[in-house]
């Protein structure tokens, strides 16, 4: 079960659907398989594009194309301060969108970097520390004040808890969260109080 609506069940209901056990959790070879079976915890990476590749991208649109032959129109009709406005407009959308395109890689890296490490999980009954990319679903997971959160989770149990949720919707304070709410399946990423977030 690699279900995206865990906020919109119950507890018992995530359960038993990723066939795990509150106190218990995952055998090690249960988690060994899941691993197998669906990857590491990690994000998925692609090849960064290089400069030539943002740059075609730029160019990549409708309205691009538009206003470059409204250019080329002007200009085979002698108004030469048309074309030039209309390709420096070009020119410098070009420029933004590589720049904030180059930030959004940037943006990822430093994401991938801040993620923990290691993870304190259940597995046979026992606390243990795992790396962060061999979490499953399934593995029950113990999070203390100041731990990163190592994977996006459906929290089955809270005191008081907290987190810090500033890279994910923007909010400066922390977000009070409580595992026992149960919320509707339309509702936000950034609304839903029952899940933690890498």
């Known amino acids: 079960m690699q279900d995206k609506d865990c906020h919109g069940k119950s507890i018992d209901e995530i359960v038993d659907g990723l066939r795990t056990h509150l106190e218990q959790g995952l055998s090690q070879a249960e988690a060994q398989e899941r691993l197998q079976k ?20 730029q160019f990549n649109n409708y309205l691009v194309i538009i206003l470059i ?52 999980v259940i597995r046979d009954g026992h606390q243990v520390t795992v790396p962060s990319r061999e979490l499953v ?9 100041g731990n990163y959160v190592p994977a996006d989770m459906r929290l089955v149990q809270s005191i008081n808890l907290k987190i810090e949720e500033a890279s994910l919707t923007g909010e400066s304070v922390p977000v009070e969260k409580n595992a026992a709410t149960v919320l509707d399946k339309e509702i936000p990423l950034g609304d839903r109080k029952n899940s933690a977030f890498m």
């Open 69 to 120: 032959i409204a250019a080329l129109v002007s200009l085979a009709l002698g108004e030469w301060v048309d074309s030039i406005a209309i390709m420096f407009i070009v020119a410098l959308n070009a420029v933004v969108g590589v720049i904030q395109e180059s930030k959004a890689e940037q943006a990822l890296a430093a994401l991938k970097k801040m993620s923990a490490p290691n993870a304190q």
């Open 38 to 57: 669906h990857g590491a915890n990690e994000l998925k990476e692609k090849p960064r594009p290089g400069f030539l590749a943002l740059l075609w991208d």
């Open 137 to 145: 679903g399934g593995d029950m997971v113990l999070l203390e004040a």
